[in-house]
């Protein structure tokens, strides 16, 4: 027996495990399904923790809990059916804990979705169900009543990002900072806009909800209809600006070249998809949200931009410490590919503030 079924019976599951193959390719958690041998027992995912980058796998397991225990109450309030695909369900170990340690690594299992799949290639029209899902997210945990904290703390705080930026800088432990000047300039430039969000959320100006820190399209699960399922990959849940939200979508999923384009020239954003996934957005959102969050939104896509900017060139100058990269100076190309989806977004500003007006109301 293979390493990852002898896993999978330190929990609480039920029927023979006929397989464990790998699935999907996540940058962070691996993830495997467990296939069973009984048509009336589920199948699982079993999913290997990253917790170099989740420290605190307890705290991190709790979390997920309260969110699906959460969503599955409004669910069955909606009077939905075939609820265990529209929400995550956890399956504890054995021992009752929300995960397993074999002594080196962290282990959750969920049951598996049946049928459902998740598109790594966008179109207007999962853009716009995308949107709806992700509001709709929003709006179930805003009356959770567990406290959900920081799984990585200050992780989309950009005074926080930048803060180690200037870290590596100084360090300077790749010896890469002579040769990067330009590209510093282009960051500080713009620091002072960009830390703005934080210093209204000090100010009482925009509040922190609670925000899913991961939209990307191939997080959410559609049905063989392509009706949305569910919102997947619950690890980066957390209290935040929902400009965050918003803006890492569009930085995602309306880019018409990829996040590490070495032809710059692919790269802009997509209007399609903005206005399709604003309009998604808005539907399910814009009941909650107040004026001044809802005029933020183009800016959260500049501000995630230039999040990720930082945060790649800040690992390049750190010596490619927390990111895979595939080659010598991929993390130099993938900070150039996102400065140049930030400055599309800068030309394209009162565009995407038109946008959002007309959904607005
Ligand atoms: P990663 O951190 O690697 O992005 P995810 O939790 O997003 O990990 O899982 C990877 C993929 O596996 C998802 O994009 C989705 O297609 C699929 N997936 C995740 N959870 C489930 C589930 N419970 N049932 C079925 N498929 C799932
Ligand atoms: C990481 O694994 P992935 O690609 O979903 C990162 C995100 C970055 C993204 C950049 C926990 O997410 O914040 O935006 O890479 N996740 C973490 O591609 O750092
Ligand atoms: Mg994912």
Same mark, same amino acid.
């Given at each position: 027996?293979?390493?990852?079924?002898?896993?999978?019976?330190?929990?609480?599951?039920?029927?023979?495990?006929?397989?464990?193959?790998?699935?999907?390719?996540?940058?962070?958690?691996?993830?495997?399904?467990?296939?069973?041998?009984?048509?009336?027992?589920?199948?699982?995912?079993?999913?290997?923790?990253?917790?170099?980058?989740?420290?605190?796998?307890?705290?991190?397991?709790?979390? $997920?809990?309260?969110? @699906?225990?959460?969503?599955?109450?409004?669910? $069955?309030?909606?009077?939905?059916?075939?609820?265990?695909?529209?929400?995550? @369900? $956890?399956?504890?170990?054995?021992?009752?804990?929300?995960?397993?340690?074999?002594?080196?690594?962290?282990?959750?299992?969920?049951?598996?979705?049946?049928?459902?799949?998740?598109?790594?290639?966008?179109?207007?029209?999962?853009?716009?169900?995308?949107?709806? /899902?992700?509001?709709?997210?929003?709006?179930?945990?805003?009356?959770?009543?567990?406290?959900?904290?920081?799984?990585?703390?200050?992780?989309?705080?950009?005074?926080?990002?930048?803060?180690?930026?200037?870290?590596?800088?100084?360090?300077?432990? /790749?010896?890469?900072?002579?040769?990067?000047?330009?590209?510093?300039?282009?960051?500080?430039?713009?620091?002072?806009?960009? @830390?703005?969000?934080?210093?209204?959320?000090?100010?009482?100006?925009?509040?922190?909800? $609670?925000?899913?820190?991961?939209?990307?399209?191939?997080?959410?699960?559609?049905?063989?209809?392509?009706?949305?399922?569910?919102?997947?990959?619950?690890?980066?849940?957390?209290?935040?600006?929902?400009?965050?939200?918003?803006?890492?979508?569009?930085?995602?999923?309306?880019?018409?070249?990829?996040?590490?384009?070495?032809?710059?020239?692919?790269?802009?954003?997509?209007?399609?998809?903005?206005?399709?996934?604003?309009?998604?957005?808005?539907?399910?959102?814009?009941?909650?949200?107040?004026?001044?969050?809802?005029?933020?939104?183009?800016?959260?896509?500049?501000?995630?931009?230039?999040?990720? @900017?930082?945060?790649?060139?800040?690992?390049?100058?750190?010596?490619?410490?927390?990111?895979?990269?595939?080659?010598?100076?991929?993390?130099?190309?993938?900070?150039?590919?996102?400065?140049?989806?930030?400055?599309?977004?800068?030309?394209?500003?009162?565009?995407?503030?038109?946008?959002?007006?007309?959904?607005?109301?």
């Amino acid at each position: 027996m293979d390493k990852q079924s002898n896993l999978i019976q330190h929990f609480q599951t039920e029927g023979t495990v006929v397989s464990v193959a790998p699935l999907g390719a996540g940058h962070i958690n691996d993830s495997f399904l467990v296939r069973t041998s009984e048509t009336d027992k589920p199948d699982y995912l079993l999913q290997r923790i990253n917790h170099h980058i989740f420290k605190d796998v307890e705290l991190l397991q709790n979390n $997920i809990l309260h969110v @699906t225990n959460h969503i599955r109450k409004k669910l $069955i309030e909606k009077g939905e059916q075939d609820i265990d695909r529209k929400t995550l @369900t $956890i399956i504890p170990a054995k021992d009752g804990k929300l995960f397993y340690f074999d002594g080196e690594n962290y282990w959750r299992v969920y049951l598996f979705i049946q049928k459902g799949k998740s598109y790594d290639a966008i179109t207007p029209e999962l853009a716009f169900s995308a949107g709806k /899902a992700f509001g709709e997210f929003q709006s179930w945990l805003a009356d959770i009543p567990e406290k959900i904290y920081e799984t990585i703390p200050d992780f989309h705080n950009m005074e926080f990002r930048l803060e180690q930026f200037h870290d590596a800088i100084a360090n300077n432990s /790749a010896g890469r900072v002579g040769d990067s000047l330009k590209i510093i300039k282009e960051i500080e430039s713009r620091a002072e806009e960009m @830390t703005q969000v934080e210093r209204m959320g000090r100010e009482g100006k925009i509040p922190k909800r $609670i925000n899913h820190c991961d939209t990307k399209v191939n997080n959410v699960l559609f049905d063989e209809e392509g009706k949305v399922l569910c919102v997947v990959d619950l690890d980066t849940v957390m209290p935040g600006y929902v400009v965050s939200d918003f803006g890492d979508f569009i930085r995602t999923g309306a880019n018409t070249g990829a996040e590490d384009d070495a032809n710059l020239d692919n790269v802009s954003v997509n209007m399609d998809i903005y206005t399709s996934y604003a309009k998604g957005y808005l539907g399910t959102a814009r009941s909650f949200l107040k004026p001044i969050e809802i005029e933020l939104l183009p800016f959260g896509a500049r501000l995630l931009t230039y999040m990720q @900017t930082v945060r790649f060139f800040t690992d390049y100058l750190n010596g490619d410490t927390y990111y895979k990269i595939h080659f010598p100076e991929h993390n130099l190309q993938r900070t150039k590919a996102q400065l140049k989806l930030l400055t599309d977004l800068e030309d394209k500003a009162d565009q995407m503030q038109e946008v959002i007006k007309e959904f607005r109301v």
